[in-house]
């Protein structure tokens, strides 16, 4: 099957420093990448979708100035936490659509834990 | 909008058939998905239903009923192993067609 890759798998850093995602995908091209969030216990929301070479998509409530996110190629997007918060600490999780192949499926990374001190 | 439905938490014991239940509200329907997560972990894709019925894979099934909006995962010869976090999807209606997740039903397979 296809494989996303995330790194970093964790990452603690200080309040006010930025920190960034990077999400791969191994063995396909992924035109479109999502990026979501999960608190402890809850469902995965949904932050962002990129297009390769296009802007992101926000969802409501999300900062598009604080979370930076980057397309620039099919095989890769990073999310960039900026003046990051203990609030911002949580699992941060990127998923990615093939340019063939079921359309429903979607394959997620492994995630990206943020802990913010 | 769309919004889904699913019980927080199902006990079962190792051998045991477990249903998990998803109902759902959508403006506009591209099939129900289902994922497992474990803690710590990404979700998995089980199964997906673009139509009514039962589709089979392994020790896994999942059902779905448009007119009902209703789906379910259900869960045979149940193992340790099995204990995890499912959600049921839809997909979103607009152009990106991101996916839309459940709650999450905790199941605890108890030995």
């Known amino acids: 099957g296809a494989v996303v890759s995330q790194h970093p798998s964790w990452v603690i850093c200080k309040s006010g420093t930025s920190v960034k995602i990077e999400c791969r995908s191994l063995?396909?091209?992924?035109?479109?990448m999502f990026w979501y969030r999960q608190f402890p216990k809850q469902s995965l929301m949904l932050m962002a979708t990129?297009?390769?070479?296009?802007?992101?998509?926000?969802e409501q409530g999300v900062e598009k100035d604080k979370f930076l996110i980057n397309h620039a190629s099919l095989t890769l997007s990073t999310l960039t936490v900026t003046s990051a918060h203990p609030e911002d600490s949580s699992f941060y999780i990127c998923?990615?659509?093939?340019?063939?192949?079921?359309?429903?499926?979607?394959?997620f990374g492994p995630g990206t834990r943020l802990t913010v001190t | 909008g769309q919004s889904l439905e699913q019980p927080s938490e199902v006990t079962a014991v190792e051998g045991a058939i477990v249903q998990i239940n998803c109902t759902y509200q959508?403006?506009?329907?591209?099939?129900l998905s289902w994922y497992q997560q474990h803690d710590g972990g990404a979700p998995t894709f089980l199964s997906y239903?673009?139509?009514?019925g039962l589709e089979e894979t392994g020790r896994f099934s999942s059902f779905l009923s448009r007119s009902d909006s209703y789906g379910y995962l259900l869960l045979q010869e149940l193992q340790m192993k099995d204990s995890a976090s499912y959600f049921c999807?839809?997909?979103?209606?607009?152009?990106?067609?991101?996916?839309?997740f459940g709650k999450g039903t905790k199941l605890s397979v108890k030995p």
């Open positions: 998923s990615a659509r093939g340019t063939s192949g079921p359309i429903h499926e979607q394959y």
């Open positions: 959508t403006s506009g329907f591209y099939g």
């Open positions: 990129s297009n390769e070479g296009s802007k992101a998509t926000y």
């Open positions: 063995d396909f091209q992924a035109t479109t």
């Open positions: 999807a839809v997909r979103d209606v607009g152009s990106q067609g991101n996916l839309i």
């Open positions: 239903n673009a139509l009514d």
